[in-house]
């Protein structure tokens, strides 16, 4: 539905998106992750069209421009902050969008959010405006919706009210892309993530495959380190020493157990270290700035 | 086309500084009739309201764009909109329609206001043997010509300065001290006049030369070379705001 193809994104003079490809399916959910100045709203602004850049973002093969916003027709946003007129009830401001009435009552109800919406929205609180912002973007059964930071201020009933309309909108086809600080949050619903940093797209995987990331790295400890140490510098097999207890990679279990019983060194533990979400990012984030380094 | 004049239309009707905008109008007029002798200039002048529609009219203008950035709904408007010309157009066209709004009750109060007040009749021959009516209608015309020069320059100057309160201190600086700056230049230069009547601030004078043709010797511009300046600079002002809207980053 979505192609991002090649697309660099200049700011000024200066790059802020290098060269990120990747595809959103329907009903897809787009965990977009990355640090503080990654690139991630620039690449959210690139495709609703409101950046220059080069290369190519198709969404169903209609293409989109600086100046050809045609194929957004059926694409929500929230970006940065709601965009919502504080002179306008919060109904006013849906109804400046909204092409079917009742579809927009329902989202209402759906938001929990009937109490106020007749209300000016310039006395909304942080959350009830993060609500209204959510609520536009989902308007008008859109193909796809770009949500930026979108659980910001939302209490705890509301972030399980939003995750739910999520998962009910991508069930019926809506693609998300989504980037949240709150990594444990995006876990619940994403199943893809996209990973920036520098402006360069590191990873794009279903969820499944991260996921087996958490058991990448192994512990073993031997009843001689010495000799382990001696072996595994002799086979050029990356390590990590801390007191006697070795990381080593997963691929390497078994050479690592072959060169070991070659030299009559037993095995005291082997055993997989389990990653949560946000070490395996940390872990990747970091290999990138290592892989940088060595450039 | 239709659907955002309809949409900015909506938003401006339900913006306070619309309705305050009339208010302050029509408090202006009624201080003008209380402090003020009422003459057949204050009424072709329509108490003052030839002055503050511009003075209001910029002040409207730059707030209607300014607040699109400020409450970040600029980012809608624009990747729903194929075409940043129709944002712009539409956001220009309601504000100008505004300034008809307020022009035509700056004429019906001054209607009012008349009958109370002045009892000379309107076809009574004033200046030129132009009647009462001749003269109001020629200054309600310069104000609506020079409403979209003002109006025009307000869009510009907020994409150029990016500060609602820097636009509106030029529109009070344009109000109050340009024909002045204006004259005074033409004053001190007189060999250059040929070129500086061409000068934005003389064509403030269009509010007062059409019902007034003797004006033509302080602007040294014809009634249609008057009408025609604003109207190119209105043309001008269009095309430079809009360059720098459709550059602006957001």
Redesign the interface.
């Known amino acids: 539905m979505l192609v991002v193809q090649n697309v660099n994104t200049y700011i000024g003079r200066k790059q802020i998106i290098t060269d990120a490809s990747f595809k959103i399916h329907p009903g897809n959910i787009i965990g977009l992750i990355g640090p503080n100045g990654a690139g991630k709203t620039t690449l959210m602004k690139t495709i609703l069209g409101l950046t220059k850049f080069d290369g190519q973002i198709q969404l169903d093969q209609v293409p989109v421009t600086e100046n050809q916003h045609a194929a957004l027709a059926q694409v929500g946003a929230l970006i940065e902050h709601p965009a919502i007129y504080p002179f306008l009830t919060g109904q006013q401001n849906l109804a400046l969008y909204a092409r079917d009435s009742a579809a927009c009552q329902r989202l209402i109800s759906e938001l929990n959010m009937t109490t106020y919406i007749h209300d000016p929205a310039k006395g909304y609180s942080l959350g009830m405006k993060q609500k209204l912002g959510i609520a536009i973007a989902l308007l008008n059964n859109p193909q796809l919706v770009i949500l930026d930071e979108p659980m910001n201020g939302l209490d705890v009933e509301a972030t399980i009210g939003v995750r739910q309309l999520i998962r009910q909108y991508a069930a019926q086809g809506t693609a998300f892309l989504i980037s949240s600080h709150i990594l444990s949050e995006l876990q619940k619903v994403m199943t893809q993530v996209i990973l920036i940093n520098h402006g360069q797209v590191i990873v794009d995987q279903p969820i499944a495959e991260f996921e087996r990331l958490r058991h990448q790295a192994y512990q073993l400890r031997t009843e001689d380190s010495q000799l382990t140490v001696e072996s595994l510098t002799k086979n050029r097999i990356h390590y990590v020493l801390d007191g006697d207890t070795f990381r080593i990679n997963s691929e390497n279990i078994f050479e690592i157990q072959d060169i070991l019983t070659a030299q009559h060194v037993h095995l005291k533990e082997l055993a997989p270290i389990s990653s949560n979400f946000e070490q395996i990012v940390v872990q990747l984030l970091n290999q990138q700035r290592g892989d940088h380094h060595d450039d | 086309m239709m659907t955002s004049l309809r949409?900015e239309l909506?938003?401006f009707s339900?913006?306070?500084s619309a309705v305050a905008g009339i208010l302050t109008l029509i408090l202006l007029m009624a201080y003008s009739v209380l402090t003020t002798k009422t003459d057949t200039t204050q009424v072709i002048f329509e108490f003052g309201a030839v002055q503050w529609i511009p003075i209001i009219m910029i002040a409207i203008g730059s707030t209607f764009f300014a607040?699109e950035y400020q409450?970040?709904?600029?980012?809608?408007l624009?990747?729903?909109?194929?075409s940043r010309w129709q944002i712009y157009l539409a956001k220009l066209a309601v504000v100008w329609l505004y300034s008809v709004v307020l022009t035509l009750i700056a004429t019906l109060l001054t209607i009012v206001f008349k009958s109370f007040l002045f009892r000379t009749p309107w076809s009574a021959l004033i200046i030129n043997h132009q009647t009462q009516l001749d003269l109001l209608m020629g200054n309600v015309m310069g104000t609506l010509i020079y409403a979209l020069f003002i109006v025009t320059l307000s869009f510009m100057l907020i994409m150029l300065l990016k500060l609602n309160a820097a636009v509106i201190g030029v529109g009070l600086a344009l109000g109050f001290l340009g024909a002045g700056i204006s004259v005074a230049l033409m004053k001190s230069f007189t060999s250059l006049i040929p070129i500086l009547r061409w000068n934005p601030l003389n064509m403030i004078f269009v509010t007062q030369q059409l019902a007034n043709p003797p004006y033509t010797a302080v602007s040294h511009l014809s009634s249609l070379e008057i009408i025609g300046g604003n109207l190119i600079y209105a043309a001008i002002f269009i095309f430079l705001g809009y360059a720098l809207f459709k550059n602006r980053?957001?």
């Open positions: 949409a909506f938003k339900h913006q306070k607040m409450n970040r709904t600029i980012l809608i624009l990747y729903k909109n194929t980053r957001i």
